[in-house]
């Protein structure tokens, strides 16, 4: 079994023949340590979408502001009204060419914005593009997985890139109607998008929905979000799809609802000290569910054997029971990026070695992963 197939035994319970980790390929800089580290088996992770959108009755204006930093405004025109949208831009010097966006002003400002919104989420035409993504799937061979991204699932995508958190909370207690009236559309669209999904060639379906209980209360996620994953999933899975989520940031005050999700994978799930909800917790809360973590690249400041001795403890308590892959999805420390990537490769190894050939039967080895 090559990378990919390895990591795609894990996030189907099955036994791997070798001990897959990953990282998102944009995060890996091209270097020699980036050579060692893949010989010693690290696999890619990339995505892409698997159909593109346009909106024919919208016009959109860009223009770069002058400043210290590079602002993008870009303004929506529409027979309904116009909105406008604030971009920073952030260009990584350790990742070649990767550039990340923050909104820093968000496109609702008022109630009547709502209906700008609404016209162009209802305006977009979304087309399949397989050949596309089965062109970027060959292209990355054995070397890792590509999933296909869906964008953030409606009360995400409102909050995070459309009115921002605050706003939305106000108007969710003011105008309740027209907020989720919105979401209403926003879900009905998105729900073609996950149909096209399920005809693709893609095996793991990424809702790339950045979850964190510092954002997104229980009382949101319950009403809004768990029953969005719950309406979406049986389609997935009727079709042979994995359905993984994108949960980075603090979980405790979501696990127990996270447990009701039909969901088949939770990703970039960050462990302590950055994250606030320890591995075994986790695993016994959402037994078959797989967790594929993001190791806290803040320990990479410890050093070399910190990293290491920290790997090894992890991979000890939990690789054997299943349904665990060890991840990075977040930017490394630039100062000592190298180092902490060979202390993991290291301890990769060391593990790989202690436990030997794995020749467990996958059904044994499913019943013990799911009994945690």
Same mark, same amino acid.
């Given at each position: ?60 204006? %860009? ?49 009547? #914005?709502? #209906? ?10 979304? %087309?399949? #593009? ?49 907020? *989720? ?21 893609? *095996? ?33 899975? *009727? ?16 696990? #127990? ?44 400041? %410890? ?15 939990? !690789? %054997? ?29 060391? !593990? ?21």
């Amino acid at each position: 079994m090559g990378i990919r197939e390895n990591v795609l035994a894990i996030l189907q319970g099955v036994r791997p023949s070798h001990i897959p980790w990953t990282i998102y390929k944009v995060l890996l800089p091209r270097s020699d340590t980036e050579r060692s580290v893949r010989n010693a088996g690290l696999g890619l992770v990339s995505s892409v979408a698997i159909c593109h959108s346009r909106c024919p009755h919208v016009e959109v204006e %860009e223009r770069w502001l002058q400043g210290d930093t590079p602002i993008l405004q870009r303004d929506y025109h529409t027979p309904v009204g116009s909105v406008s949208e604030r971009l920073r831009t952030d260009f990584s010097a350790l990742n070649e060419g990767y550039q990340s966006q923050w909104v820093v002003e968000y496109m609702v400002k008022s109630v009547h #914005d709502y #209906d700008v919104v609404r016209f162009m989420i209802g305006d977009a035409v979304y %087309e399949p #593009d397989y050949t596309g993504f089965l062109q970027t799937q060959e292209r990355m061979g054995q070397d890792g997985v590509l999933m296909a991204s869906m964008g953030r699932c409606p009360l995400q995508r409102l909050s995070i890139e459309f009115a921002g958190v605050e706003r939305l909370a106000y108007d969710l207690h003011d105008y309740p109607g027209v907020v *989720e009236g919105l979401l209403g559309v926003m879900e009905e669209r998105q729900r073609e998008v996950y149909h096209l999904a399920a005809d693709s060639p893609a *095996e793991l379906i990424w809702s790339p929905d950045n979850i964190s209980s510092s954002r997104t209360s229980a009382r949101w996620f319950e009403r809004y979000i768990l029953p969005f994953y719950n309406r979406q999933a049986p389609l997935l899975h *009727e079709r042979g799809k994995l359905y993984v989520a994108h949960m980075d940031g603090p979980l405790r005050g979501l696990k #127990d609802l996270i447990a009701r999700c039909d969901l088949d994978v939770i990703e970039a799930f960050t462990l302590p000290p950055m994250g606030d909800l320890p591995i075994e917790e986790a695993q016994a809360t959402w037994p078959g569910k797989t967790i594929w973590c993001n190791f806290p690249e803040s320990l990479f400041f %410890e050093g070399h054997a910190a990293v290491l001795d920290q790997t090894l403890d992890l991979l000890r308590m939990t !690789y %054997e029971g299943g349904h665990f892959l060890l991840g990075l999805t977040e930017d490394m420390p630039e100062s000592c990026w190298r180092e902490g990537l060979l202390a993991m490769a290291e301890a990769v190894q060391r !593990y790989q070695q202690e436990v030997g050939p794995w020749t467990i039967d996958n059904a044994s080895w499913r019943q013990s992963s799911t009994s945690l």
